[in-house]
């Protein structure tokens, strides 16, 4: 199932390891798919070998824990559950157990030092799991939502793609609703609005798009003393990028959004966004974009002003083809030395051509060039441990 184009081991001084969630390779979920392992030299971008480390029904996302020694994942079923390993010395993943995940579908986790959080795209709900002593996931704290948007096909009611740490708080990223919705950090506070009479919409909306942007992925521009200086929100049903500055007490506003990529649409399709990352130093942002499948780059600068500050401005560098299809995800690698890099690696894992490409991203123009390629059955998406 592995091959490469232009090498075989991933070695050099700095290699990384990548974890990797699946789809199922065109059977039903539970037919084969799982978490993959392996290394990528983060100076060269050259991958080495992918090895099979868990065997578990449709991991389309998969997160570390704090301390990479623990792994999560969901299981993107109509079921839904959320299922944590163990990280051997070995690198293999001894199974810490699998509970619901509190909805439908989910698409997206996060773990912190207590709890997985659960994006549910399927009913819109976001749940929290708790973690035991062991960092196995207990039984979720289910929080439902409700709302609709204007596209009847894809906002027929809440759909939550996406968690976000946002000064130590969730914030979730509702494509159905077309809004950030908002939760307390506290176990007792989640609980009380899970158990409460309130508990089916207990959210407060932090931000609110124009109808049927469809808002699925975020990245947070780290500002002072810990508090955001902006959000880049990448929106899929209209295929813009969203600024955000803090508007006070929580909330965000949007200043402004430029086109998600300059890349023509595909021969009788639309373009659809999907992720959304910065460079470490936040001087770049990254797009994946499917249907045109490249990689939109943007300069990250900040010039104008906003209620609260001042409001970064994006600059579209350049658009480059992934060398697959249908990219799903993609990890931007820490950068390898000190100092300012040349060019960022970006690793994508491209759903509907079943590869890992990776590219090198000149800092200067923003274009990329393929350095290495991989075959994996239907990745979803990649994570740097």
Known sequence: MTSHSTSSVASGADSRTLWLGTYPDGGAPGSGEGIWRLSVDASTGALGDAVLAAVTPSPSFVALGPGGTRLYAVS????????????????????LGTVPSGGTYPCHLVATDDAVQVANYGDGTFAVLPLDASGAPTAPLRLGHRGTGPDTERQEGPHA????????????????????????????????????????SPARVSATFPGGAGPRHLAVLDGSQGAPAALF?????????????????????????VAATAAPLPEGGRNYPSHVALSA????????????????????????????????????LADTP?????????????????????????????QNSSNLTVLRVDRGNGAGTLVDELAIPVPACVVEA
């Open 281 to 316: 130093d936040g001087s770049r942002l990254f797009v994946a974009i499917r249907g045109a499948d490249v990689l939109s780059t943007f300069a990250v600068s900040c010039a104008g002003t906003a209620p609260d500050g001042v409001a970064p401005v994006l600059e579209h």
């Open 233 to 257: 929100v990448a929106t899929e049903l209209d295929a813009r990028v969203y600024v955000l500055v803090p508007s006070g007490e929580g909330t965000f506003e949007v200043v402004g959004s």
């Open 322 to 350: 992934l060398g697959g299809a249908w990219p799903r995800h993609f990890a931007v690698l820490a950068p390898a030395g000190e100092g300012t890099p040349e060019a960022d690696l970006v690793v994508v894992a491209n």
């Open 161 to 200: 793609h996406f968690v976000a740490q946002v000064e130590g708080a969730p914030v979730v990223v509702d494509l159905g609703t077309d809004e950030l919705r908002a939760y307390p950090r506290s176990h007792a506070e989640l609980r009380a609005l899970a158990e409460g009479p309130d508990g089916g």
């Open 76 to 95: 993107e079923t109509e079921q839904g559950a959320v299922s944590g390993f163990e990280i051997t010395p070995d690198g293999g993943l001894a199974p």
